[in-house]
């Protein structure tokens, strides 16, 4: 976090030092920490872009408010300000718990420095966002944790392949030696369940192929697993839309896309199948765009973040840590590698899956960049080949 004698210094006035007045909002909406300016009586000044991103609203539509409105805290905090104001006295506090206009809660931690400007008493805040440091931390010991699995899958995958397909060869060799129809039969079974272990093995592994990437919209690819959907359950099942029109193309592999969403609403509609009725059952789906967004410490302009919402019975705590790995499933019936897939092809379009459950309502978010890293290897890739 910058330090607030550090902000001090950059917003007073510096004889033989003066930076224009752009120039100064420049610096300061390309900060990563969030900065906000109060006046005297805690109305809002000036906020700068990290802090309509932490805080979710515009500049333009609060500004003047006052921090009451702004966002929820406790009052001691509150006359904390304020004696900050008139003591000019500065103090930090950790793990702030705020109560934001959009109904969402963040913790925080936050830096409260007073300024004087023309006489006038302003206070200045930094805030850091402590919600996103655990989320990118956790990001992180997730994607190692999938790695290290990945490679053991791969590993075994190997292992179970090479003597299978010499069990599959030989009972196919044992079939033509047969002289007797019967005795086949025996051995249709051994190739048989030879080719279902071989799949099994191949869907662990999950997609094969790299990604394709070509401009595709978003929506597009759900209304495409929606009509998937709905083909499965009659239209019986209640699918809410709740798009942002405003998202452009962006570059993925629709059919792996596809395929990562449908994963995870199909397991939605299967929880919500063995717990209620499937009329009562309810799946929404959810766009939006967040800006200065971090993956696995890269800082991302712009990605889209895809809910996918429903009413069901939710994932035991116990194992929602796992439900990413191979082969963990709630259902007796489940493989476990839907999600595992799932989380992998984000993974191939630099993004990532979270989820958030509860009974009652489990939420699946995935971040996609618009543009990533492998997007870019592509078409430097194409640009290089020869006609």
């Known amino acids: ?64 408010i006052n921090i009451r409105e702004l966002f929820i805290e406790d009052q001691s905090s509150l006359s904390s300000m304020e004696k900050a104001l008139y003591n000019e006295e500065g103090y930090n506090k950790r793990e702030a718990k705020l109560q934001l206009l959009t109904g969402q809660s963040l913790t925080a931690d936050y830096a409260i420095t007073p300024l004087q400007d023309a006489g006038e008493a302003n206070l200045l805040m930094e805030l850091q966002p402590r919600d996103r440091l655990l989320r990118i931390r956790r990001e992180e010991t997730l994607k190692a944790k999938q790695e290290t699995a990945r490679i053991l899958v791969r590993g075994l995958a190997h292992e179970i392949k090479n003597p299978l397909g010499g069990v599959r060869g030989a009972a196919q060799l044992l079939e033509r030696e047969l002289p007797n129809a019967e005795l ?74 596809i395929q990562a969403t449908l994963n995870i609403v199909r397991n939605a509609m299967q929880a919500i199948t063995q717990s209620m009725p499937q009329s009562d059952g309810c799946i929404t789906l959810r766009t939006r765009i967040l800006r200065q967004f971090t993956i696995s410490n890269v800082r991302h302009r712009i990605i889209c973040r895809v809910d996918i919402e429903d009413n069901g019975p939710g994932i035991p705590k116990d194992m929602l840590e796992n439900i990413f790995y191979p082969m963990i499933s709630g259902r007796a019936d489940g493989t476990g590698l839907g999600l595992s897939i799932a989380q992998s092809i984000l993974s ?29 290897q592509q078409t430097h890739a194409g640009a290089g080949r020869t006609p």
């Open 348 to 376: 191939q379009h630099d993004g990532i899956i979270n989820c958030e459950s509860e009974p009652g309502q489990t939420r699946f978010s995935l971040f996609i960049p618009f543009v990533s890293h492998k997007t870019e």
């Open 184 to 257: 086949k039969e025996y051995t249709s079974v051994i190739i048989e369940e030879a080719d279902r272990l071989r799949n099994l093995v191949d869907r662990m592994l999950g997609p094969i192929k790299p990604p394709r990437f070509d401009e595709t919209n978003i929506h597009e690819v759900l209304e495409r697993v929606c009509s998937l959907i709905n083909a499965e359950t009659g239209h019986s099942l209640r699918i809410i839309r709740d798009y942002d029109p405003s998202i452009p193309e962006m570059s993925i592999d629709a059919e792996q896309m």
């Open 1 to 64: 976090m910058i330090t607030g004698t550090r902000l001090t210094n950059t917003l007073q006035h510096q004889p033989g030092d003066d930076l224009p007045a752009s120039m100064q909002k420049s610096l300061l909406d390309n900060l990563t920490t969030a900065v906000l300016v109060f006046d005297s009586e805690l109305n809002l000044r000036y906020m700068n872009a990290a802090a309509e991103d932490v805080l979710e609203v515009s500049d333009r539509r609060v500004h003047g």
